[in-house]
């Protein structure tokens, strides 16, 4: 069994797996259920001085018939008073004094955020968390994203806090921003030895169309929320490895967060530089229980994989992710249609044709057919086989691939809805490897064929 | 200019058929929703093909996923204007959700059917205003018979701007679709009231109690000649006749009833009651078998449904038939009524006897005790009124003859489709018959 203990910054924490400041972590009756389904911490819901709430809070966003695919709130920090939630974070130290006790802190003076880090480490809480990323809200009062948006203020506000801290300090940052390496840089400045991030992305869910309001309504109005589910997680990937990969940001503990809502999620996170990750809204949507399956199945993984500890995973896949410029322009994949799971439905016909390279052909077809069907390059060699889908319906026809045309795009992949139907093969170019930042290099990073003007100062420099 | 008032039909209460629960109920919105989010949105999709009437399935489907009901009617019923009654009675399990991708793929197919009703019968009561027709034209067509292939004819004639004269023999218009349906799939007041939705689309006078005769002899009556002679067209939909009979002895009398007749006294008729029948026999083995068959078990009749061949050899729909077995119904397989016992005049058995290959097997009969023989052995065909326009021929199974392409008969000025023509099919066939008759009527009264 893999050790799934980790150590962030020289704190021990069970597993990597911790609940995000967020409703999950508003009190300690819920925090001590967490812990008892399995939850390694838990990043309690943002202290300050108490504020209050409007109603509705939440918008959601559904595809298809999958639920809450993205989920906003325009909830604030915590409404219940200090003392109390201290008074509860010193019991559940208490009573679990192996997990880990993260208080995330938002307040605006520097005697508050001295008089709140010592009332807060007074819990015995093992981290700090600075929250500088609560888009909605708390940032109209200068707190919050606004001052993750602002490296100069984060920088103030982080050495005030490495200044009163006795514990390590996390800076949570905010994805809404033009460049996470800002406000990434300014922590360092600071000493700040780690970072969490994506907190919520800044978003309006919808419009109702029949009152004219945007969502989550309010009333007869609506604000801007932050976003987050498992909609955020490609940004929060990018955000999280922008930062690993940085030569400075990337010696900072990370725990990653944004729509991580099961084992695998969370080894991408890790795999992308994450110490630990921080989960809400799949807590919100399935409850404390799916950490059972996280911690087992981020287990399996490690020990099939052969590595010991989640400690071997961080990092794995942070050199591949490279510059555009750096990619191999002679790699070369072709779809492949499995004519045997194929059942018919051509989708990806339809998404070839209209949404790459016209290059899946429907078999059966005179050329003339395939040319008024929009074709502009009728393949040499038709496959001989069969065109009924034999996992399908009788007299379907199952396409096939113009395989000297595909591009290899992935997108007739993406849109069957039959498991293992397409897949991507690989298939030798016959050219060396070569880059664009290669051709750069040599003086070949010109394509003909396009501006008079370009052509032009290409000639004169040349 | 005469504007036509909308009509209303009603029906007495205390009909049997009010006691059915429908089988496949209105969908609530978030059923909807969810079922037509499961559909893949196929191109060139089997299902579209497999529908006779060629509705664009994926797109309506993808309609009702978006919230835009209106134009998931609106692409229904351009494609089958009957597309209310269709939803509720086709047999998808054999027509577009059998082909469905889902189907072949071992998956639960899309309730298709479910979904149009869903659409078309909210559209229908909140916005019955989808389709405007074209300006009068002042050509006249007759429309005889008022079943689901004249009424789609008469919907669509009248949308091009054409007054349409339909005549009904009986006093209940709607023929099959009224009077024939098992009514936990349509119940008759749903088929009057989108007959009553095709009427308000133009100019469409129904005559009822008035019967197409060679010579008229009076009131009531109205000859053919007179009938080509004052009109540009006429299309028939006549339907089939009567129930066939078995011919066998004890068949005349109380206790024996043709299986139609009965299903259209079930919806009709208020009072009706099966007082003094425990146990039924029906015979034959079609879908008409199995709807009475599986009408009389969810009264609360013991049924046997007798056939002369075996299961498989069955005309009858198998999703029809598993259906009608959970509700009780027991199929018993080659055997064939050779003589109804009756003792006081009532019936009160049936001598069964084994068969091979259909035919029956001497010295194997058995007695079985019931109280009520229904026989849905096929129908006769409404031969007489097709045979008294000039120039309408017959098939050899007394069938009207058309030609395939346009559905015109032997006589120009006529056209016919529906169950006169093929036989006896479903709803969406008469429909899709008449679509094609309906175009080349258009043809025809352009001068082409």
């Known amino acids: ?87 509860e974070m010193r019991e559940v130290k208490r009573r679990y004094p192996k997990h880990t006790l993260i208080a995330s802190l938002m307040v605006e003076t520097k005697e508050e955020w001295k008089e709140i880090i010592r009332k807060a480490e007074d819990t015995g809480a093992d981290l700090l968390e600075l929250n500088f990323g609560c888009p909605h809200g708390m940032c109209e009062r200068g707190m919050g994203s606004a001052v993750g948006a602002e490296p100069k203020v984060l920088e103030e506000i982080s050495r005030w806090a490495m200044e009163f801290a006795q514990v390590p300090v996390i800076v949570k940052l905010t994805p809404n921003v033009g460049d996470i390496l800002e406000p990434g840089e300014a922590a360092v400045r600071a000493g700040i030895p780690a970072l969490s991030l994506i907190n919520t992305v800044k978003s309006l869910m919808g419009v109702d169309l029949d009152r004219m309001v945007p969502l989550p309504r309010v009333g007869n109005a609506s604000t801007n929320g932050g976003y987050c589910g498992p909609a955020v997680k490609p940004i929060a990937l990018h955000l999280m490895s922008q930062l ?118 429907v078999p059966g077809r005179t050329e003339e057919e395939s040319r008024k069907a929009g074709h502009t390059h009728i393949p040499q060699d038709i496959p001989n086989r069969v065109v009924t889908a034999k996992a399908g319906t009788p007299g379907a ?18 849109v069957c809805p039959v498991p293992d139907c397409i897949t991507m093969e690989e298939v030798p170019s016959g050219k060396p490897t070569e880059s664009w930042n290669d051709r750069v290099a040599k003086g070949t990073d010109f394509v003909p064929g396009g501006l008079d003007a370009t052509m032009a100062a290409r000639r004169r420099s040349s | 200019m005469r504007v036509m008032q909308p009509k209303r039909f009603e029906l007495p209460p205390g009909r049997a058929e009010e006691g059915f629960k429908d089988k496949k109920p209105l969908y609530t919105q978030g059923e909807a929703v969810a079922e037509a989010n499961r559909c893949l949105y196929c191109v060139d999709a089997p299902c579209i093909k497999a529908c006779p009437t060629a509705i664009n399935i994926p797109e309506f489907i993808r309609k009702i996923g978006t919230g835009n009901l209106k134009g998931a009617a609106r692409t229904i019923l351009t494609a089958n204007i009957l597309g209310q009654s269709c939803a509720q009675v ?23 059917g479910r979904l149009q009703r869903y659409a078309v019968e909210n559209t229908l009561a909140k916005t019955p205003d ?88 009076g009131p009531g009556q109205v000859s053919t000649s007179e009938l080509i002679a004052s009109h540009d067209a006429v299309f028939l939909g006549l339907g089939l006749g009567a129930d066939s009979k078995l011919g066998v002895p004890g068949e005349e009398g109380d206790g024996v009833l043709g299986a139609t007749h009965l299903i259209e006294r079930i919806k009709t008729e208020p009072g009706l009651t099966l007082q003094g029948v425990k146990r039924a026999m029906v015979v034959g083995g079609g879908n008409t078998a199995l709807d009475i068959a599986h009408e009389l078990a969810l009264l609360g009749v013991e049924v046997d449904m007798v056939y002369r ?26 055997r064939q009524p050779v003589e109804l016992v009756r003792k006081d005049g009532k019936v009160v ?24 023989v229904c026989m849905a052995i096929g129908q006769e065909r409404a031969t007489g009124v097709a ?29 016919s489709g529906g169950d006169c023509v093929n036989g006896g099919k479903e709803v969406v066939n008469a429909v899709a018959e008449a679509k094609i008759a309906v175009r080349d009527i258009q043809r025809h009264l352009a001068g082409a």
């Open chain 1, 1 to 87: 069994m893999a050790d799934l203990e980790i150590d962030f910054c020289g704190v021990r924490s069970p597993n990597p797996f911790w609940l995000a400041s967020a409703p999950p972590t508003n009190t300690g009756d819920q925090v001590m259920r967490a812990f008892d389904a399995g939850w390694g911490g838990a990043v309690w819901k943002t202290l300050g001085n108490p504020i209050v709430n409007v109603t509705s809070r939440f918008g959601g966003i559904d595809y298809g018939n999958t639920r809450l695919m993205g989920l906003n709130n325009i909830e604030l920090i915590t409404d219940r008073p200090l003392e109390v939630n201290l008074r």
């Open chain 2, 349 to 372: 058995g049936v001598k069964l006897a084994t068969t091979r290959d259909g035919k029956t097997v001497p010295g194997t009969e058995e007695l079985v005790p019931v109280e009520l």
């Open chain 2, 309 to 334: 061949r075996s299961e498989k050899e069955m005309g009858g729909y198998v999703h029809e038939l598993d259906g009608a077995r959970l509700d009780g119904v027991r199929l018993v397989e080659n």
């Open chain 2, 90 to 112: 086709c047999p998808v399990e054999v027509l577009c959700a059998g082909s469905c991708v889902y189907t072949g793929w071992g998956r639960e197919p899309i309730h298709i």
């Open chain 2, 387 to 415: 045979r008294a326009f000039p120039g309408v021929e017959l098939d050899s199974r007394g069938r009207v003859k058309v030609d395939a392409a346009t559905h015109r008969t032997g006589n120009a000025k006529v056209w």
């Open chain 1, 397 to 414: 026809r199952v396409p096939f691939v113009d395989e000297q045309e595909c591009v290899g795009c992935n997108l007739c992949q993406l």
């Open chain 1, 244 to 361: 690993s990969r940085h030569p400075q940001c990337g010696k900072l503990a990370i725990s990653g967060i944004g729509g991580i809502s099961n084992w695998k999620d969370a080894a991408e996170f890790i795999a992308l530089g994450a110490t630990s990750v921080q989960v809400c809204t799949a807590v919100m949507h399935y409850g404390y229980r799916i950490v059972g399956d996280m911690i087992e199945g981020l287990s399996n993984f490690l020990d099939e994989k052969g590595m010991k500890s989640v400690m071997e995973l961080r990092g794995r896949a942070v050199p591949a992710y490279q510059e555009w410029g750096e990619l191999d322009l002679s790699y070369k994949l072709v779809a492949k249609i499995n004519e045997d799971k194929c059942i018919g439905c051509q989708l990806c016909y339809v998404a070839c044709m209209d949404g790459s390279h016209q290059c899946i052909h």
């Open chain 2, 130 to 217: 989808l389709f405007q027709a074209k300006a009068p034209t002042g050509k006249r067509i007759a429309l005889v018979g008022s079943g689901p292939a004249s009424i789609a004819a008469a919907g669509m004639l009248a949308l091009e701007g054409h007054t349409c004269i339909i005549y009904e023999r009986k006093a209940i218009p709607g023929g099959l679709n009224s009077l024939g349906i098992a009514p936990y799939k349509l119940k008759s007041p749903e088929a009057l009231k989108e007959l009553e939705w095709v009427f308000s689309l133009g100019r469409i006078e129904l005559r009822t109690g008035v019967e197409v005769v060679e010579q008229a002899k």
